[in-house]
């Protein structure tokens, strides 16, 4: 297949799925390998297309949240992770992404998208096997969640429990 045309069936794809897809999931599906599928979502991206690559596959951005918008500063160990994350999507949040300032680089990103105990259970599962840190490492445990949530009680719920284990920064 032609990579212009693979690059727009990926975007097919992507728009229709409701669910990230994966990079090994879609290079067997057009008959590529993973890093070709990695090089396309590259260059939809620098074409203007919003992809996000999360721990459970790409997916692109919905149009209008469900909910509001928040940004929470939490500090934890990495032992905390999972029991911070839990209670974000325990409340019925959706953990869009964590941010860090990084003294050299500035703000890194990285996209998450979870929205259940088994995508948190997955995500910790995937850190750990790799041997990989988490980005928050680089600041002693301090970071910024964006996060999705249905009203301001449930964001203040989130919140009030985050304080009370000692995660959220005020």
Do not use: W
Not at 8 to 28: F, H, W
Not at 58 to 84: D, F, N, S, W
Request: aromatic share 2%; charged share 25%; hydrophobic share 40%.
């Amino acid at each position: 297949m032609e990579a212009k045309k693979r690059r727009e069936r990926l975007l097919e794809r992507l728009q229709q799925s409701d669910e990230p897809l994966k990079g090994t999931v879609l290079a067997k599906e057009l008959g590529v390998s993973r890093q070709i599928i990695v090089g396309d979502m590259a260059i939809l991206r620098a074409a203007g297309t919003h992809v996000y690559a999360t721990p459970n596959g790409y997916v692109l951005p919905r149009p209008k949240p469900q909910g509001m918008i928040a940004t929470l500063a939490c500090r934890h160990t990495t032992g905390k992770m999972g029991e911070e994350l839990e209670i974000m999507v325990d409340y019925g949040a959706k953990v869009l992404n964590v941010i860090v300032e990084h003294p050299v680089y500035g703000e890194i990103r990285a996209n998450l998208m979870l929205a259940s105990r088994q995508d948190v259970a997955d995500f910790v599962e995937k850190l750990e096997a790799s041997g990989a840190e988490p980005i928050s490492i680089v600041t002693g445990g301090v970071h910024l969640h964006t996060i999705e949530v249905p009203t301001g009680e449930i964001l203040q719920k989130i919140q009030a429990k985050l304080h009370e284990k000692g995660i959220l920064l005020d």
